[in-house]
């Protein structure tokens, strides 16, 4: 099932010639435009695959950014219009998703990572500098090392 | 019956992979020079067996043969020879046929220049290449066998998707399968020096020719796939942090990591065990990329039409082959001795910080990648993880690499002068400034931010030059013996230094056009102008035009500067009449490394037409700065240490070979 709707969305897709925002969805004031063309870029065009509504031709999407643009012009901040769209279509509609429990770790991963990363590096140069430090010459080896030089 | 015979070519190549597979092991066990001698000979075989059986399908297209269920599928008599030709691969069945001829090339490579490894070495690398190419070759031949036929045939093919009939399909899926199967040989040489469990620098020197020859293909491959989703797709946008576009980039992120490291152990017999597992990591991404693609997991255009049994196929093989090597890695890691010691601040250490970074940005590329489907398998939960995730996370990791790279070439093996270093880059960081203030200005202000990220960009162009600058000793010298210098310079010191030039270069691209670039989207009637990035763009009339399978609405619009005409610029509406399907063809214009982009809307009632306009300043440095990663990267294969001396006799010719591809 999933996949025939896939497919029939990778039709609909490509049947359609991808243009985004048309003339007359745009507001009259830049300022208000250029908000919602930021906040649609950060909105998942719901039938499409992984493309925002700024970018999609979808109907849907369409819809969506008349709705966006509706709220700000009644005066809701980008915050606002953000949860006003999960609460409709959930957090699928992020294309950045809100740290929550569930997100933890996708967002803590890079860091996570670069630690674990710098720690094993600083644990390895550690055993590595221990190692050298046995290896190292004692005096006794050094003196005699002198004395064999000296020969 | 020529179809039959390219099946049985296709079944033989099998057996001949499967005699490979195991014979020269035991030959390597049991010391037999003869066991150990069919490892090339079964190799060169087996490619020749899947080229005919390639050769067969290639045929089969070009002649439309639709009796044939692939050809009538995705063919059609009337598409232009060069979509018959390229339409071989733009399909599922005969994309898996591409994959398996270039990993047979590859083998066969191996066979052919791997005549100075030592015998069990060569055995085995072949051996690995050989369980690779019958794993994949069954996935073909069980699931997705190309050479079906359907009786009665019909007369007519059903086209070739409208959006793959460009000449990209031609060129972008044969370099990026290169660089995607071209890491198997190092996956191999890996797997190989895990089961003698003998590594050393001769090992990082034989496998590093291989590794530059997959990334400079790979970087080629993802380029021309980015420049050709630009014009395809009609908006004017080149990197979607698609799954499908991160499945590439992964290997490409490791590969990169991988050429530093065998850089390292080639040079210090450091980081030996970290090199091996990053060239089994590479292919490993290779091979998950393959999987994410073809099993359907993630549909795009690339998925093709997708079939669950493949999926489960694909994953048994990365199962397989990922978690068999990872076992023999985790077994074998121990008894690889550490080489040399070094201190942080030093060549080795700005290399182990490049792939602590690059590590951490594939990972963070693939648990974005991989996260919506794990949590939703997990919990039910469905988010999403596009575009604005992967801006914000790799591009904070890439800053601080961005910043290291130039420092890398400057500092000593061992200890290094990072002191010293940071003074002799202090003209990079200034001419960085002051070149990007100028361009800032010249384009009439925008955001702040640009000038810094410019100033990144021209700090590592300047800064590659530098190393060569101070290599040449110019300014010091005589302007000849500078010259001389540098002409006598390590041809992998002057690849590096343009490698890293065009990572600046692609950088500019990418910072000039998120900053500068203008959209304007209106509705346009014949006569009406339109002004962007200082161009006067006119809307002169559509047309109806007619081509070899598709009707089109063509928009003819002419551009002028300053009252000088420029010529004509015109974009298109398309439907391919096989498939009904309609396609928008972008006109675009390059004036230097900028481009005015011009893709047609929707017709409105009134008789206007909407029109989507974009100045996109110095995009064309995107895809010619990878341009220049690709020359660099073949400048340094070209390296005469690659080319003579003791170990080295096999990988002069593999530098060899891959020049050749290239023309």
């Given at each position: 099932m999933i996949r025939r709707l896939a497919f029939a969305l990778f039709l609909f897709l490509s049947a359609l010639p991808a243009h985004a925002v048309n003339p007359d969805e745009v507001l009259a004031d830049p300022k208000l435009e250029a908000r919602a063309r930021e906040i649609s870029s950060h909105l998942r065009c719901l039938v499409c695959q992984n493309q925002s509504i700024d970018d999609s031709n979808a109907e849907l999407a369409r819809d969506l950014r008349l709705l966006v643009r509706e709220r700000l012009k009644s005066g809701a901040s980008d915050q606002q219009v953000y949860d006003y769209l999960v609460s409709r279509y959930g957090e699928f509609v992020l294309l950045k998703p809100r740290l929550s429990e569930h997100t933890l770790f996708l967002w803590g991963a890079p860091a996570l990572l670069a630690l674990i990363g710098v720690m094993g590096l600083g644990f390895f140069a550690a055993s590595r500098n221990g190692r050298r430090k046995a290896v190292a010459l004692t005096e006794e080896e050094k003196a005699r090392l002198q004395a064999i030089l000296k020969e | 019956m020529i179809i039959e015979f390219g099946l049985y070519a296709l079944v033989l190549s099998l057996a001949t992979a499967i005699v490979l597979s195991v014979l020269p092991i035991i030959g390597a066990r049991r010391g037999d020079a003869n066991l150990m001698a069919v490892a090339p000979v079964a190799a060169l075989g087996q490619f020749v067996l899947v080229t005919i059986a390639f050769g067969v399908l290639m045929h089969a297209h070009l002649v439309s043969d639709f009796s044939v269920a692939n050809v009538w599928q995705n063919s059609h008599s009337l598409i232009p020879t060069l979509y018959k030709v390229s339409g071989v691969w733009g399909n599922h069945e005969g994309s898996m046929m591409l994959w398996l001829l270039i990993l047979s090339l590859f083998s066969a490579l191996v066979a052919i220049f791997?005549?100075?490894?030592?015998a069990t070495l060569r055995a085995n690398v072949l051996a690995v290449q050989g369980w690779i190419s019958a794993a994949f070759i069954l996935f073909i031949v069980l699931t997705?066998?190309?050479?079906l036929r359907i009786m009665p045939p019909p007369p007519e093919g059903r086209d070739l998707n409208p959006v793959l009939q460009d000449v990209g399909l031609a060129i972008h899926p044969p370099l990026l399968y290169l660089g995607y199967v071209g890491f198997s040989v190092c996956f191999s040489f890996a797997v190989a020096a895990l089961m003698e469990g003998r590594i050393d620098a001769a090992w990082a020197r034989w496998v590093r020719p291989w590794a530059l020859a997959a990334w400079t293909f790979l970087t080629a491959g993802i380029a021309m796939g980015s420049y050709w989703a630009y014009y395809e797709l009609g908006w004017g946008g080149w990197w979607f942090w698609d799954p499908v576009e991160n499945a590439s980039f992964m290997p490409w992120l490791a590969g990169t990591a991988l050429l530093h490291s065998a850089l390292v152990m080639e040079k210090r017999e450091a980081l030996k065990i970290w090199t091996v597992l990053l060239a089994i990591l590479t292919f490993s991404l290779s091979l998950l990329g393959t999987f994410l693609v073809r099993s359907g997991v993630l549909t795009s255009v690339h998925a093709f039409a997708s079939d669950p049994s493949r999926g489960v196929f694909i994953l048994a093989i990365l199962v397989i082959f990922i978690g068999g090597a990872l076992t023999l890695f985790a077994l074998r890691a121990g008894s690889l001795t550490a080489g040399g010691l070094f201190a942080p601040v030093s060549r080795e250490g700005a290399l182990v910080l490049n792939n602590l970074i690059l590590t951490v940005s594939t990972a963070t590329v693939l648990i974005g990648t991989l996260y919506p489907m794990a949590l939703e398998s997990l919990t039910g939960e469905k988010i999403s993880v596009g575009a604005p995730f992967f801006n914000l996370t790799f591009g904070l990791l890439m800053l601080p690499l961005l910043l290291a790279v130039p420092f890398g070439p400057l500092l000593a093996w061992k200890r290094a002068d990072l002191l010293g270093a940071a003074q002799r880059l202090f003209f990079a960081v200034a001419a960085g400034f002051v070149i990007a203030i100028a361009i800032w200005y010249l384009e009439n202000g925008g955001p702040v931010l640009a000038v810094l990220g410019m100033a990144l960009a021209f700090y590592l162009m300047v800064g590659a030059l530098t190393d060569l600058w101070l290599r040449g000793g110019f300014g010091k010298v005589p302007f000849a013996t500078a010259l001389r210098r540098l002409a006598g310079l390590p041809r992998s010191a002057i690849g590096t230094a343009f490698a890293h030039f065009g990572l600046g270069v692609s950088v500019l691209g990418i910072i000039a056009v998120s900053a500068f670039q203008t959209e304007n989207v209106l509705e346009m009637k014949p006569g009406q102008t339109v002004e962007a990035g200082g161009y006067v763009l006119k809307f002169e009339g559509m047309q109806r035009g007619q081509g070899p399978n598709f009707t089109e609405d063509r928009g003819t619009f002419s551009l002028s500067k300053g009252g000088t005409s420029l010529g004509p610029i015109s974009s298109s509406k398309r439907v391919y009449m096989a498939r009904q399907m309609p396609t928008t063809e972008a006109g675009i214009r390059t004036f230097g490394a900028s481009q005015f982009y011009v893709a047609l809307g929707d017709v409105m009632p009134d008789g206007g037409i909407v029109v989507r306009v974009w100045w996109k300043p110095f995009i064309v440095c995107i895809w010619f700065g990878a341009l220049i990663m690709m020359f660099g990267g073949f400048i340094s294969l070209s390296d005469r240490r690659l080319r003579v001396g003791a170990p080295s006799r096999r990988a002069k010719k593999a530098a060899a070979p891959a020049l050749e591809a290239a023309e």
């Open positions: - | 791997g005549g100075n490894l030592p997705s066998n190309p050479f």
